[in-house]
């Protein structure tokens, strides 16, 4: 069965662009739920989502948003984007919630130039 | 005060030996409870996974959960080189809708 699969896998970015960020949960979950980790911290949690819904948001600024689509994949969008947004954004698929068991995805190298 | 601690390391053992990692956390309602390991530039992966209060076996790993205490730990028995990464604890949130990470714990296990 396939992982959790998140792309691009590397991105560099200018100060004030955007970015649109992808990930596919693991087949039968319903749940895909976004992290940001920078160098030598733990992730970070961003955002959840659950059939579509935003169950879950953390302490990131309105330039941070997500949806989830009808097939359960999702998208991260950052807007502004500064050069403290530089990390390895994570996605984590779970059958529900972060109650269950969540399984990540590799990740997302973003630099910010 | 952090909400999940954990001794940053290194954690030095030599190959063979037990490893012990603790984590403590400051969420009491914390029902759920998660150790991931991470090579360095990968992403976590999902190792044990507990629940209730005592101890979960899976091969030679051991996760210990105290509830009343707000602790948990991992055992690596018979450890190898290829255990040698960063463990990170991370407990489910009140509402079960993240988990909280702590910064991990570097273990490092010589041949």
């Known amino acids: 069965d396939a992982g959790v699969t998140q792309s691009p896998t590397h991105l560099i970015k200018t100060r004030g662009q955007h970015v649109t960020l992808r990930c596919s949960p693991i087949?039968?979950?319903?749940?895909v739920s976004w992290y940001q980790q920078v160098l030598g911290q733990g992730p970070q949690f961003i955002f959840q989502y659950y059939e579509k819904e935003e169950r879950g948001r953390g302490n990131f600024p309105d330039r941070f948003s997500a949806r989830q689509f009808p097939n359960y994949s999702s998208e991260l969008n950052v807007n502004a984007l500064l050069l403290g947004d530089s990390a390895l954004y994570l996605c984590a698929s779970t059958r529900q919630g972060s109650e269950t068991e969540a399984f990540f995805g590799q990740g997302t190298r973003l630099t910010v130039v | 005060q952090k909400e999940v601690e954990q001794n940053s390391g290194p954690l030095s053992v030599p190959e063979g030996a037990i490893a012990s990692l603790n984590c403590t956390y400051s969420d009491r309602v914390s029902q759920s409870f998660f150790w991931y390991r991470q090579y360095s530039g990968k992403s976590p992966e999902l190792i044990m996974s507990?629940?209730?209060?005592g101890d979960k076996e899976d091969g030679r790993f051991t996760a210990q959960l105290n509830k009343a205490s707000q602790y948990v730990s991992l055992l690596i028995r018979d450890s190898q080189p290829s255990d040698s990464a960063t463990y990170l604890c991370a407990p489910s949130n009140q509402a079960g809708t993240a988990l909280i990470f702590g910064k991990g714990t570097t273990l490092s296990v010589s041949s």
């Open positions: 507990i629940y209730s209060n």
């Open positions: 087949s039968g979950h319903k749940s």
